[in-house]
């Protein structure tokens, strides 16, 4: 109802209940329309930190996951050396099979990781304000190929350490065959007799003599001209003062005429150690080390072993 002040007359409106009624139901729709907006607007602002949370995680993980490929490939290089380097030293010491070994199946990891297709179907597409999606960067491909790389790595390492570890063996074996090989002289001084057939300065006789005689001064140092164990020192009719050593692999040497014994038996001896002095014991028409040589029990020619290195 309306009452103008001048004229006092009244004039009355009528609204229809009906139009209130969709009224406030438009107004309360409205009201539950504007709470559902602000509700998800609020929940996609926490969803976006959520995510840029996973994006920068994401950045560290593939920068981490470069730096292990980095040093991954780093290794490769360095496995791949010391293979060439093993297979060098196995054509030196006659180890190598002679047949082309296939390289290391080594290939390289993606450049670039894949990204999930977008699927349309997805709930958040269908929300009134869409979430950007950060976390879409797929790392499981990189560190897969990582993963077989590092596994082709450690079966190239294995197959080296195998390599290495016969080699390592085989050059054991050879060194102690080296330091049992009576290489060297065992005095310093001049050969007054060599190995072979000559005649005995005593009866005349042709006769071969088993080793060499070395002239030097009396009481010079005789030394072991490779390792081994001391199986006789003492006398021995015609020979004198004599020690013999067995270096394994069935040689062994003999020094005769000495004038003093500083090994006893069953002693062992390095290359290089004194074991008697030069003298003129047994029968020696001078001071001189009469030195033997014996393979297997049969005399050979010392002058085979020797090298140039002297005491």
Known sequence: ????????????????????????????LMTLFLVIIG??????????????????????????IQTVRNKVDSMEVTIERVRNYAKKLQILTGQG?????????????????????????????????PEPDFSNVRL????????????????????????????????????AVINATPSLLPIGGWISSTFGYRRNPYDGSYRLHSGVDIAAEPGTPVRAPADGDVIFSGYREGYGKVIVIDHGYGIRTLFAHNSALFVGQSAKVKRGETISQVGNTGRSTGPHLHYEIRKNGIPVNPSTFFSRARF
Do not use: W
Not at 1 to 27: A, C, D, N, W, Y
Not at 110 to 123: H, I, V, Y
């Open 39 to 64: 509700v998800d607007y609020f929940h996609v602002l926490g969803r976006m930190g959520e995510n840029k949370a996973l994006k920068g995680e994401n950045f560290k993980l593939r920068q981490e």
């Open 140 to 175: 499981d491909v990189a560190a897969q190929g990582l993963d077989d790389k590092i596994q082709k790595l450690q079966n190239a390492g294995e197959e080296t350490e195998g390599e290495l570890s016969k080699l390592h063996t085989y050059l054991i074996a050879k060194s």
């Open 1 to 28: 109802m309306v009452i103008p002040e001048r004229t006092r007359e009244v004039h009355k409106v009528v609204v229809p209940l009906l139009l209130v009624k969709l009224g406030v139901v438009f107004f309360s």
């Open 97 to 129: 099979s002679g047949k082309n070994q296939p390289e290391m199946p080594m290939g390289p990891l993606e450049t670039e990781p894949e990204r999930l297709p977008s699927s349309r179907n997805d709930k958040r597409s269908q929300k009134l304000f």
